[in-house]
């Protein structure tokens, strides 16, 4: 069946402000949409660090993760085992910690802010590690500093994942790019996809620049400012919900 062309209307630049007020304050889902495109940016930052630093690791993406254990269970150099399952470990812990809010907290708004309030905690540990061992990222400073990481994303990845906002998950693009080209949508959601998409790699650049510059503890302070901004967005939130 063939495909009609898109209504010159969806061009226009009345849908184009509705799409973007859509994505900075959803009907449905409020503030969540531009506050969960920040912590986006968080996870490249985040995944840059451990990969760049932390010796060849990723703390937001499992499935990545998983593959490099099976690398270094093979052999391949310049794979850590022990700082793969260290994030593994730490990514389930805090999964596990988000599963505790989830059935603690049934009002949506208050969940995100209590997770994002205990992600800048759990950030500002793994920065305080790294400060105190003078930005050293080998041995057991780099197995804490992973399992910290890991775990303030698979918090936060948790708590995502219970908003249910369409789209935006925070840690992984796999079908985010799959809709994106598979799926004809509507132009919001078009639009939440290549943000996404384009706030993760912006986070991984800018992780990426100020690991080989400036050292892994600017990375990581910049994810803390910025969760931090996020957590304060959605305390504003849940504040106003009341």
Known sequence: MAISPAHPADLSPRRSGRVLRELIHHPEHGPLPALLLGLTVVTGLVDAVSVLSLGRVFVANMTGNVVF???????APGFSLSASLSALVGFLLGALLAGRLIRAIADLRRLFATG??????????ALIDLIAHHDGTGGVTALLVAGVL?????????VVRRLGVPDLTTTVLTMTLTGLAADRRSGTATARRLLALLTMLAGAAGGALLVLNSGP???VLSALVLTGAVAGGAQLAAARQR
Do not use: D, H, K, S
């Open 150 to 158: 890991a775990a303030a994303l698979g918090l936060q990845n948790g």
């Open 69 to 75: 254990i099976g690398f270094a269970l093979a052999g």
């Open 116 to 125: 994002t309030a205990l992600e800048v905690a759990l950030l500002a540990l």
């Open 217 to 219: 503890q600017w990375a």
